[in-house]
């Protein structure tokens, strides 16, 4: 299962990259995509949405499922993937490099307490 | 504990996703299903279908009872091989099981029910052989595996893996089936494609498994086979219909024979009813999501539900069956709640898609 070592992780399989903006850039892992299978409808949160953590605001589904995506901190959308929009299939094809949108942390601390790498692939061992 | 097919290990080898399906552990998928779909529509793929239980019925007096236990009338049967799709009601007319009836011969028939209901119809039809027909003789076939080939490509590749079958299947029509060796050939299906669906002795069902992937053919799981049915505008049983809906508010009218003096297990149930649903099919207008089952649809006559929605992979868009108010019209303008929206959907005679060719707009 591939987790890269320097993004961050929650339980529910969203990754967050800390940008040097200061922004963070979110997406779902690959192990999210490999579970959901194909994707084919994903919707994003409008841009300037202010979100608390853990609150749903994407959606993805596949062929057979639907599921909810959550913001992992606090914050507000500063920017939304409209290509994956558009092909949906892209998360399939590499989850990290399709990212779904980026927020601007209320607290930057906030990020450095999610799971890391070695704690997510333990997280999903457990599955 | 899940029951497994004799497949099981070569789907694990091969990186299937195995879900329970009926109490069988059984491929979803062995890589993209929307891969495995359009390998069907395009070209040949596979499918194991052993959860599915043959019963052969053999005896004197074979067809009088079928005639009597299943709601088709087998009398439509008259060539040796020829199958027929019927429904198994209760009493109250509700639906036991759908499931292919082959004839034989006179006093011998082939019975393919599904997976989860095997058992309930098993000990149903020998309750109703007790009462009617003590003399015939039913006989689950547990040592028989099944295998569906299906797609514009899938004959010739069979023909290909299994040599010298293409004397014996080559002029078989639709619907018919006829035995080579140990194989019985069936050209059905629930794709919506040509094909066959081989019934194969368990012990030779890895090699037939193989022989077929050697020429080609896709190994596809039940993740395809629902996109690919649903779009042929297929019900599937358990989700479209169950013993709580009469066949006349599941589409399947044209599988109830009423119109005959032929008495019936549900009949007189069914002359009764004044059907108040129907099930159409649905193509979503918005974007917005993917039609599933139990969402609520909303139409100027009152409140329907999706019963199987899904994705399309040869529309590119969303589809579904629905169960509504009678007299909601074919190219009617509904709304759908997806979450909190409400999203438009039109009501669209299935099949979807047959053959590869795309058949709404």
Same mark, same amino acid.
């Given at each position: 299962?591939?987790?890269?070592?320097?993004?961050?992780?929650?339980?529910?399989?969203?990754?967050?990259?800390?940008?040097? #903006?200061?922004?963070?850039?979110?997406?779902?892992?690959?192990?999210?995509?490999?579970?959901?299978? #194909?994707?084919?409808?994903?919707?994003?949160?409008?841009?300037?949405?202010?979100?608390?953590?853990?609150?749903?605001?994407?959606?993805?589904?596949?062929?057979?499922?639907?599921?909810?995506?959550?913001?992992?901190?606090?914050?507000?959308?500063?920017?939304?993937?409209?290509? +994956?929009?558009?092909?949906?299939?892209?998360?399939?094809?590499?989850?990290?490099?399709?990212?779904?949108?980026?927020?601007?942390?209320?607290?930057?601390?906030?990020?450095?307490?999610?799971?890391?790498?070695?704690?997510?692939?333990?997280?999903?061992?457990?599955? | 504990?899940?029951?497994?097919?004799?497949?099981?290990?070569?789907?694990?080898?091969?990186?299937? =996703?195995?879900?329970?399906?009926?109490?069988?552990?059984?491929?979803?998928? @062995?890589?993209?299903?929307?891969?495995?779909?359009?390998?069907?529509?395009?070209?040949?793929?596979?499918?194991?279908?052993?959860?599915?239980?043959?019963?052969?019925?053999?005896?004197?007096?074979?067809?009088?009872?079928?005639? @009597?236990?299943?709601?088709?009338?087998?009398?439509?049967?008259?060539?040796?091989?020829?199958?027929?799709?019927?429904?198994?009601?209760?009493?109250?007319?509700?639906?036991?099981? %759908?499931?292919?009836?082959?004839?034989?011969?006179?006093?011998?028939?082939?019975?393919?029910?599904?997976?989860?209901?095997?058992?309930?119809?098993?000990?149903?039809?020998?309750?109703?052989?007790?009462?009617?027909?003590?003399?015939?003789?039913?006989?689950?076939?547990?040592?028989?595996?099944?295998?569906?080939?299906?797609?514009?490509?899938?004959?010739?590749?069979?023909?290909?893996?299994?040599?010298?079958?293409?004397?014996?299947?080559?002029?078989?029509?639709?619907?018919?089936?006829?035995?080579?060796?140990?194989?019985?050939?069936?050209?059905?299906?629930?794709?919506?494609?040509?094909?066959?669906?081989?019934?194969?002795?368990?012990?030779?069902?890895?090699?037939?498994?193989?022989?077929?992937?050697?020429?080609?053919?896709?190994?596809?799981?039940?993740?395809?086979? %629902?996109?690919?049915?649903?779009?042929?505008?297929?019900?599937?049983?358990?989700?479209?219909?169950?013993?709580?809906?009469?066949?006349?508010?599941?589409?399947?009218?044209?599988?109830?024979? $009423?119109?005959?003096?032929?008495?019936?297990?549900?009949?007189?149930?069914?002359?009764?009813?004044?059907?108040?649903?129907?099930?159409?099919?649905?193509?979503?207008?918005? =974007?917005?999501? +993917? $039609?599933?089952?139990?969402?609520?649809?909303?139409?100027?006559?009152?409140?329907?539900?999706?019963?199987?929605?899904?994705?399309?992979?040869?529309?590119?868009?969303?589809?579904?069956?629905?169960?509504?108010?009678?007299?909601?019209?074919?190219?009617?303008?509904?709304?759908?709640?997806?979450?909190?929206?409400?999203?438009?959907?039109?009501?669209?005679?299935?099949?979807?898609?047959?053959?590869?060719?795309?058949?709404?707009?």
């Amino acid at each position: 299962m591939n987790v890269p070592a320097d993004l961050k992780y929650t339980a529910s399989h969203e990754w967050i990259r800390a940008e040097a #903006d200061g922004s963070v850039t979110i997406g779902i892992t690959d192990h999210a995509q490999e579970s959901l299978g #194909d994707l084919v409808f994903i919707e994003l949160p409008e841009k300037g949405r202010r979100v608390t953590a853990n609150e749903a605001c994407a959606i993805v589904e596949s062929v057979k499922a639907a599921s909810d995506i959550y913001a992992p901190v606090a914050g507000e959308i500063v920017a939304v993937n409209d290509a +994956v929009v558009g092909a949906p299939e892209k998360v399939n094809a590499d989850a990290y490099a399709n990212w779904l949108f980026k927020l601007k942390p209320v607290n930057s601390a906030d990020v450095a307490k999610l799971l890391d790498a070695a704690a997510y692939t333990a997280a999903i061992g457990k599955e | 504990m899940l029951k497994q097919t004799a497949l099981n290990a070569v789907h694990r080898a091969a990186g299937a =996703k195995m879900v329970d399906f009926g109490g069988w552990e059984m491929p979803l998928s @062995y890589g993209s299903q929307i891969e495995e779909h359009h390998a069907v529509r395009r070209d040949a793929g596979m499918f194991d279908v052993s959860h599915m239980l043959p019963v052969d019925l053999a005896g004197s007096g074979a067809r009088d009872f079928l005639r @009597y236990a299943l709601a088709n009338n087998v009398d439509k049967l008259t060539v040796s091989g020829k199958a027929l799709y019927s429904c198994l009601l209760s009493p109250d007319g509700g639906v036991l099981d %759908d499931l292919i009836v082959y004839f034989l011969d006179e006093d011998s028939f082939r019975i393919v029910v599904n997976a989860a209901t095997a058992d309930k119809d098993v000990a149903w039809f020998n309750k109703l052989i007790a009462q009617h027909a003590p003399r015939l003789k039913l006989t689950p076939r547990r040592d028989l595996a099944m295998i569906a080939v299906q797609g514009p490509r899938a004959r010739e590749r069979v023909w290909a893996a299994l040599p010298g079958s293409a004397a014996v299947t080559e002029a078989l029509k639709p619907f018919v089936a006829a035995n080579f060796g140990q194989y019985f050939i069936a050209r059905t299906g629930y794709t919506g494609e040509d094909g066959f669906e081989l019934l194969v002795p368990v012990a030779r069902v890895e090699a037939t498994w193989s022989a077929l992937a050697g020429f080609g053919v896709r190994p596809c799981g039940l993740g395809a086979r %629902d996109t690919l049915r649903l779009e042929a505008g297929m019900n599937l049983y358990g989700q479209d219909m169950d013993e709580t809906t009469s066949p006349l508010e599941s589409g399947l009218a044209w599988t109830v024979d $009423l119109a005959s003096v032929r008495d019936f297990v549900g009949k007189s149930a069914l002359v009764a009813q004044h059907p108040a649903r129907q099930l159409v099919g649905l193509l979503l207008l918005d =974007k917005g999501g +993917v $039609l599933r089952s139990h969402q609520k649809v909303h139409t100027d006559l009152g409140v329907g539900e999706i019963t199987s929605g899904t994705f399309s992979p040869t529309l590119g868009s969303s589809i579904a069956l629905a169960r509504v108010p009678a007299g909601v019209a074919q190219g009617t303008t509904l709304r759908v709640e997806v979450r909190e929206k409400q999203l438009a959907a039109r009501v669209a005679k299935p099949p979807f898609v047959r053959q590869g060719k795309i058949l709404v707009s």
